[in-house]
């Protein structure tokens, strides 16, 4: 009974618990809901529909020369291997023989033993002697048959011929009579006048010299000559070396003369006057053009002249060799930059990796327009009047982040659109961005809003 009056006490506290945290969580709805009703209201405005901003850039008509460029490597004009016409042991080495030495035409740069080869021109002289002496011997001979000719000859005419000598003989056929001896007498066999023997002693004479010659030159070729002015490439002989004919002992190349070939695109290619000369008259096209190479942390300049285009297409990136040749690589070079010290200046070896640039053949007027601002088609987007005006044009060349075109509908002084515009449309109305102090946004705002400027800051 205790325990059933317990719980009817504790009853009325569980239920005025309840009622107070009822209460509570009541006016915090309340409260909830005030504040929602009264939070300050934001006025919704519609933003203004405005053309959208896009950069410009203004371009001038231009006619000075138009120059375009390219990059190929430096190569000589003219490379030989040398190699001897003989064989023997290398008995001298020139110091100035080895690789990146200047050597000059007619320079010996080895020799080998000429001993066997001057024993050999002494035997050649000695057979020409005795060729001589058996020539004189020949003609001797053959000046005594004419003179027993001649007796026989006077003989018969004076009617006074009788037995002939052992000479005699040979101008007579056995068997036939006074008449055909007479005959016989006025034409006589080169044989019976022993001038086979005179031409067979000449032509032995002949060889001989011949063969005297022979054997000079091959002292001569114990030499090994520089061919023409040279810088060494490469060296594959020493001293006591035993070489052979044809063995390559150095390589050489014209000192005089370094080119370099540059692969451009047909569009480049055909701005370069008579490019293509070599091919179809054989003469050098002869255009200035200027190669440079970076050295030393300086760039370095050569003048050159075209020699004309190769005369292939390279089947794999259908560009043209146009080749240039620069006449005084090694002392040529003159410095290109805006201050500091350049040091010596470099020569221009075969191996370097040069720009070149080219004269091109120019049009009256050009003009010269942002890459991003050319377009599909050839056209360029002209802001006239507030809109778009869809302008064509004529692509001249490419270089670098320019591009060079002409067209008849273009002003000079025009503004023309860089950048993407998304949506674009002839006649479509746009802002500028000129007399702006920031730049403007990549005309991608869709509804036209104006990005902020800042006027200066906090």
């Not at 390589?251 to 540059?262: K, M, N, P, Q, R």
């Not at 088609?377 to 064509?392: H, I, Q, S, T």
């Amino acid at each position: 009974m205790a325990e059933e009056a317990g719980t009817r006490e504790d009853a009325p506290d569980k239920r005025k618990w309840r009622l107070i945290a009822l209460a509570v969580l009541l006016v915090g709805l309340a409260g909830a809901a005030a504040l929602w009703f009264l939070r300050p209201q934001q006025q919704e405005e519609e933003p203004p529909d405005r053309p959208p901003l896009v950069s410009v850039t203004r371009i001038e008509r231009e006619s000075e020369p138009l120059r375009v460029s390219g990059r190929g490597d430096v190569r000589p004009a003219s490379e030989v291997g040398l190699s001897l016409q003989v064989s023997g042991e290398v008995v001298w080495v020139n110091p100035r023989l080895r690789e990146g030495e200047r050597v000059r035409r007619g320079e010996t740069l080895l020799r080998v033993d000429p001993d066997d080869y001057t024993v050999r021109v002494e035997e050649a002289r000695a057979e020409v002697e005795r060729a001589r002496v058996e020539l004189a011997e020949a003609e001797e001979s053959g000046a005594t048959r004419e003179e027993e000719f001649e007796r026989l000859r006077d003989r018969i005419e004076g009617e006074s011929a009788g037995p002939p000598d052992g000479i005699e003989s040979d101008f007579l056929r056995p068997g036939e009579g006074e008449q055909a001896t007479a005959e016989l007498a006025e034409e006589p066999s080169p044989l019976a006048l022993g001038q086979p023997q005179v031409d067979a002693a000449r032509a032995a004479l002949a060889g001989a010299r011949a063969r005297l010659e022979s054997a000079r030159r091959d002292v001569a070729r114990t030499r090994l000559t520089a061919p023409f002015d040279a810088v060494v490439r490469s060296k594959s002989v020493e001293r006591g070396q035993f070489v052979r004919p044809g063995e390559v002992l150095a390589g050489l190349y014209d000192a005089g003369s370094i080119e370099v070939a540059v692969p451009l695109t047909q569009r480049k290619a055909a701005l370069i006057p008579r490019v293509f000369a070599p091919v179809t008259s054989g003469t050098a096209a002869g255009g200035p053009a200027t190669v440079r190479v970076d050295f030393g942390g300086t760039r370095w300049a050569w003048e050159a002249m075209v020699e004309g285009a190769e005369g292939a297409i390279d089947p794999a990136t259908r560009t043209l060799d146009v080749v240039v040749r620069v006449a005084r690589p090694l002392t040529g070079a003159r410095a290109v930059r805006d201050g500091g010290e350049a040091g010596d200046p470099p020569p221009l070896l075969p191996g370097f990796f040069a720009d070149v640039e080219f004269l091109a053949r120019t049009p009256p007027a050009y003009f010269e327009i942002p890459r991003d601002a050319l377009r599909a088609e050839d056209r360029v987007w002209a802001v006239r009047d507030g809109a778009l005006a869809f302008v064509p044009v004529t692509v001249v060349a490419r270089e670098g982040a320019s591009v060079f075109v002409t067209g008849e509908e273009l002003a000079d002084g025009e503004r023309i659109v860089t950048g993407e515009v998304p949506s674009a449309t002839e006649g479509m109305e746009v802002r500028t961005d000129e007399g702006r102090s920031a730049p403007a946004l990549d005309a991608r705002e869709s509804g036209g809003v104006e990005p902020a400027i800042d006027e200066g800051g906090a």
